[in-house]
Structure formats: C-alpha cells, structure tokens
C-alpha cells in the first residue's frame, strides 16, 4: 500500500496516475471525500484526516509501505508559521506511531536558504523530519511551470502579462508537475537507507521574457511581459486579501536575487535532477483542455 497526500493537486493528481497504472493499491489521504470521489472510483481507498490531527494521520497511514507527503501550502502564514509547525509536528508524530517503510516528501528549490520567506515552511519540515528513523528523500522541486496557468487569461485578452519574476531576461528554473509526479511515483517503489535530497528543474531554465515568446507563438497573437515594480507589491498582495504578504515577498526577491536555488555540488548530499517535460508542453496541453 502506498499512502499519498495531495491527490486533489497537480501533483497528487499526477502521481496517483503513475501509481495506479503500476497497478500499486493507493490509499489518499483527503479532507473531503466528495472531491476525491472520482478517485475512489478509480481504485483509490480514501482516509479522511486533517494535516494537523495525529490520530487521524496515524490511521491513514497505518499499513502502508511508504508515504508520499505534501505539507498544505499556506501562502499568507501568520508570522512565525504556527500553522506550518501544528502541521509538521502532527505529521511527524503520526509517522512515528504509523512506521512506513519509507516517506517521500515533496519540499521546494531553496529550502535550504538562510533568508526568511515563504519556503521557509518547507526547510521546518524537512528539519522535523531529520529524526524520523525511517528512509526519507525530499524532492527539492522548482518553479512550477503550471503558475503560468494563471498567465492564460491576460495573455489570451491583453497580450500583457504582469511578471513579478525580474529581470525578464534572467533564466529561472522551471518544472513540470508530471516530473515531479514520476519521480515521486519512482522513489515510493524504491528502497535505500538514511536521508536524500532530490533536487528537480526542466530541461532548460526559462526566462519570463521567453515565456512571453512562448504564448505569442501558441496563441498567434503577441504577448509581451510587463514588470510589477517591487515597490507596488505589499500594497497590491494585500488588496488582494494577504494580511502577512512579507514572506511571499521575500520569496519573490530569493528568486530574483538567486538566493533561492539548488545546492547541489561535487560530493554534497543533494542529487540533481532533469525532467524531460518542456514548458511548451505544459503549456500547449493546458491550452488544448481550455
């Protein structure tokens, strides 16, 4: 039995996909059965649980061979990140009581940065984690291609689209959720000792000034990228709704600035890693549903 969290996401909707085909018996761990449903049809068992309810966590993942985790994404956390904390320390204590086999976790590119920001949540995990006694590999994922879903619309109506990511010639690095998914999908079957960093980007870095080509060409019209000037971001995050926007701010600026990247090097504990899916795809599928 492999347990997975998520499944109603890109990722957790992808790797679901890939375990299935393997014909591997999935248990999804959801909040709400109605929109997991179609999953259950599919094969799926489903266990009920909230991230942060111990007993509940520890029920679902009971049994199982391993465990793929995905932390609830909380972009605008109360300062300090006491929900993250709740989360990861209910997570922490149902893994202990639960003993899989192994956990896979899906964590984030920087999340070893020193800087606060918004993947801050992610580098709480994985230092919680560290005294798991189980096998656990963290795949350490880029920029998600799909956030350029939400560049569809502008780019289809006003041929602008607002680039918070700046300068709009500076490459960043990019992934499809597919490859995260087959990863994931890879190392729940997978068996090995102690901790490991998987860290994952595209084929090739991408810049928001290229992402703009892209839609031109795909929509055959032109689009062009227009900056958000750092100065205008607290005031619009928070019309927005935000009551703590600094952290994914800071996010922003570790992007920007490259504070936020890989650590891979010559005989360190991180892996790197390539998917072979490119932003055209991912783009031309999304566009092709629409």
């Known amino acids: 039995m492999i347990t997975i969290m998520g ?90 009581l639960a003993r899989p086999k192994r956990v896979v976790c899906l ?33 350490r994922a880029a920029w998600f291609m799909e956030n350029s879903f939400w560049d569809i619309e502008p780019a289809k109506t006003t041929g602008v689209i607002s680039s918070f990511l700046q300068p709009l010639d500076k490459p960043v690095p990019m992934v499809a959720t597919v490859d995260i998914a087959r990863l994931a999908a890879k190392l729940l079957q997978e068996e090995w000792s102690g901790k490991r960093i998987m860290e994952l980007e595209g084929p090739c870095r991408i810049t928001p000034n290229e992402i703009a080509v892209d839609f031109s060409r795909l929509l055959d019209k032109p689009v062009r990228m227009q900056i958000v000037p750092r100065n205008t971001w607290e005031s619009l995050f928070r019309s927005q709704g935000m009551s703590n926007p600094l952290p994914r701010m800071q996010m922003l600026d570790g992007f920007n600035q490259g504070w936020i990247e890989f650590e891979a090097k010559p005989g360190g504990q991180a892996e790197h890693l390539t ?16």
């Not at 998917?275 to 629409?290: M, P, R, S, W, Y």
Request: proline fraction near 5%; include cysteine; charge should be negative.
């Open 275 to 290: 998917g072979t899916t490119t932003f055209d795809q991912v783009i031309t599928e999304k566009l092709a549903l629409n």
């Open 7 to 96: 499944i109603t996401g890109q990722v957790g909707g992808a790797l679901a996909r890939n375990l299935l085909a393997d014909k591997l018996r999935v248990r999804a761990v959801v909040r709400n059965t109605v929109k997991a449903a179609a999953w259950e049809k599919q094969g799926c068992e489903l266990a009920i649980a909230d991230a942060g309810d111990v007993e509940a966590l520890t029920t679902a993942f009971a049994g199982s061979d391993a465990v793929f985790v995905l932390l609830p994404p909380i972009f605008d956390p109360t300062p300090g990140f006491p929900e993250t904390l709740r989360n990861v320390d209910a997570l922490h204590a149902a893994l202990m």
């Open 107 to 139: 964590s984030t590119i920087g999340a070893q940065a020193a800087q606060d920001n918004l993947l801050r949540q992610l580098q709480i995990m994985e230092q919680r984690f560290a005294s798991l006694p189980m096998p656990v590999a963290y795949i």
